[in-house]
C-alpha cells in the first residue's frame, strides 16, 4: 500500500508546475543633491544644518538624496560636477543675522535652471532644525505632493525623569529639539492641557 502511495505522489508531483513569479516593482525617484554655501559658522554647525535637511528631505521621499555635503558658489547656477548626473540640486546659503538670528537662502535647480528660490529667517540659531523642516515643506508644496503640514508642527509630550518627578516638554517632529515648559513634582500631561 505504501508503494502505491508513493508512486501516486510521484507522479503528482512530477507534473506539477512548481515555479514562483517574483515581480518587484520599485518607483524611480529624481535624484537630488546638496550644495552648501555657507562662509559664516563653524564645520559642526554646517554639516549639522545639512543632515537635518537631508533626514528631512528623505521624510517627504520625494527623492533619492545624494549624502555627500559638498560646497559651491551660491550666486551661480551652474552645480558642481560631481552633481552634473543629478536631476534636481539644492543650494543653499547660511548666514548670521542681528544678535544670534538665521538667515537662509535657498534655490533649486533643475538642469542648471533655477525652479524655486525662498529666504527663510528665525530668531535663534540653535533651532536651525525648524528652517529645515520649512525647506523640505516647501519643496514638497513645489513639486505638488501630498501635504506635509506635520512637520512644521511642534510635539508636546510629558516624560518621567526619576520617581515622582516628570517634565512637559515642547520638540520638533524629530526630537532633536526639546524645551522643557514644565518641571518638578509629577505633572500628569491631562491636568494642564486645554483647546490652547
Known amino acids: 500500500m505504501k508503494f502505491i502511495v508513493s508512486f501516486f505522489m510521484l507522479v503528482a508531483l512530477s507534473f506539477a508546475d512548481a515555479t514562483i513569479e517574483v515581480i518587484k516593482k520599485a518607483d524611480v525617484l529624481p535624484t537630488i543633491a546638496i550644495e552648501d554655501s555657507s562662509k559664516e559658522y563653524s564645520e559642526t554647525y554646517k554639516v549639522k544644518f545639512f543632515k537635518s535637511l537631508i533626514a528631512d528631505l528623505n521624510v517627504i521621499s520625494l527623492f533619492n ?104 516638554v515642547i520638540a520638533d517632529y524629530t526630537l532633536a529639539y526639546q524645551h522643557v515648559v514644565v518641571k518638578g513634582g509629577f505633572n500628569v500631561f491631562p491636568k494642564w492641557a486645554d483647546k490652547k
Open 65 to 168: 538624496v545624494d549624502r555627500h555635503h559638498r560646497f559651491s558658489d551660491y550666486d551661480s547656477n551652474t552645480v558642481l560636477l560631481d552633481n552634473r548626473n543629478m536631476d534636481y540640486v539644492l543650494k543653499y546659503n547660511l548666514s548670521s543675522g542681528d544678535g544670534n538670528s538665521l538667515y537662509v537662502k535657498v534655490k533649486l535647480l533643475y538642469k542648471d535652471a533655477e525652479v524655486f528660490s525662498k529666504n527663510y529667517k528665525i530668531g535663534r540659531d540653535d533651532i536651525y532644525m525648524f528652517i529645515s523642516h520649512s525647506i523640505a515643506y516647501d519643496i514638497n508644496e513645489f513639486m505638488g505632493a501630498p501635504s506635509v503640514e506635520w512637520m512644521k508642527r511642534k510635539v508636546i509630550f510629558s516624560r518621567i525623569v526619576s520617581p515622582r518627578k516628570s517634565e512637559i
